[in-house]
């Protein structure tokens, strides 16, 4: 059995969808605009309040009541994932070489039903996959709720969204028009809603983001019989947080893909691409030469890009079927990999977050 096992987010380092936002937008009026709020005021209750028993990714069960308010079941989640689903290219191939060489669980904050269509495509085993679990059947929400709900959705998408300075720790630190946002949406998530028939859902809920993707990490180990730093965990967004500090502190690789400013803080190593079959390529150095073969392959500047990145790795006898079809990549997409510094830190964040929107689009990649 290999020495090592590969733990890996789904949105961003697989597909190209964000799964809950689309589906606001394709049930919900101006239901783009309503996740975006919904995703802001998560990423400042994780980041800035620091809210007690709130987590990255709580945003999925949050958006349900108003999801339900507008009619959606279950089969509508299952059937739209279906029809939605895109991977990044090379995702086939890089899921059919993991099968074969090395234990691997996808750890996604995603619905359930989301992850069944990318393993009814791809064939990757449902039973190496963490998602958050949700039948949205189960719930009947009265219809003076529903018309509730639908006002509330009028009031959010009214707001600004949420911002914040660099090192806010309070409310106080935000601009009125940021604090007034806060104010309302406390006031509907954590006075209103647990009063009404939506707080059984909110209740019910509990998304794989934060220290739940964490603890799906420990799990996976029960499993392998590794240790932490026998674990290569890929993330890109601040759901991974907690899960690639978790890695990087124990001696594992823990690696930020075409992430964003959340997930590089906490990886040790930033990777970016239009095509995931680099990550294959990383995954087969390792698995031959050890995980410090990172560090040599980038040497004492710490950073590859491009056709001087492919060099290398065929200098390391790195399968070509995996180096070949990057080589036409544009010169945004094309890969770069670099060992994370507080020296390399800010520049590296704005790189990152450029080829995220390449890769995934505006809308999706400037989420948290």
Request: with cysteine; hydrophobic share 40%; aromatic share 8%.
């Amino acid at each position: 059995m290999s020495t090592f096992q590969l733990n890996i987010d789904c949105e961003g380092p697989l597909t190209q969808n964000d799964n809950a936002f689309e589906l606001c937008e394709a049930f919900i009026p101006e239901g783009g605009e309503f996740f975006k709020r919904i995703s802001r005021y998560d990423d400042y209750l994780v980041e800035v309040e620091k809210k007690p028993n709130y987590k990255a990714g709580d945003t999925l069960k949050l958006i349900l009541p108003f999801l339900k308010a507008y009619g959606i079941s279950s089969h509508d989640m299952r059937e739209f994932s279906k029809k939605t689903l895109c991977l990044i290219p090379g995702t086939q191939e890089l899921l059919k070489q993991l099968s074969n060489t090395i234990p691997s669980f996808i750890i996604s904050t995603s619905y359930r039903p989301y992850l069944d269509a990318l393993c009814e495509l791809t064939g990757f085993p449902k039973d190496n996959v963490y998602a958050t679990e949700v039948d949205i059947d189960l719930y009947d929400l009265p219809e003076e709720e529903q018309g509730i709900l639908k006002d509330y959705i009028r009031k959010i998408n009214s707001l600004k969204l949420i911002d914040w300075p660099e090192g806010s720790n309070s409310l106080s630190d935000l601009d009125d028009k940021s604090k007034e946002a806060v104010l309302l949406l406390d006031k509907i998530f954590w006075e209103e809603l647990p009063n009404m028939e939506s707080g059984r859902i909110l209740k019910d809920v509990n998304p794989i983001g934060g220290h739940e993707k964490a603890r799906a990490v420990e799990h996976s180990l029960t499993r392998t019989k590794n240790s932490l730093s026998q674990v290569i965990y890929i993330g890109d967004s601040i759901t991974d947080s907690e899960a690639l500090e978790l890695v990087a502190k124990a001696g594992g690789v823990a690696i930020a893909f075409n992430a964003n400013r959340y997930a590089i803080k906490r990886a040790n190593w930033s990777i970016t691409s239009g095509d995931t079959r680099i990550i294959g390529a990383i995954i087969e150095l390792i698995l031959n030469k050890g995980k410090e073969a990172l560090f040599d392959l980038v040497g004492n500047h710490g950073h590859l890009a491009g056709d001087e990145f492919l060099s290398r790795l065929k200098d390391l006898n790195i399968s070509l079927e995996l180096l070949d079809p990057l080589k036409g990549l544009s010169s945004i997409l094309a890969p770069t990999i670099t060992s994370i510094s507080s020296t390399n830190i800010t520049q590296l964040i704005e790189h990152s977050e450029k080829v995220r929107k390449a890769v995934r689009g505006v809308a999706v990649g400037t989420l948290g």
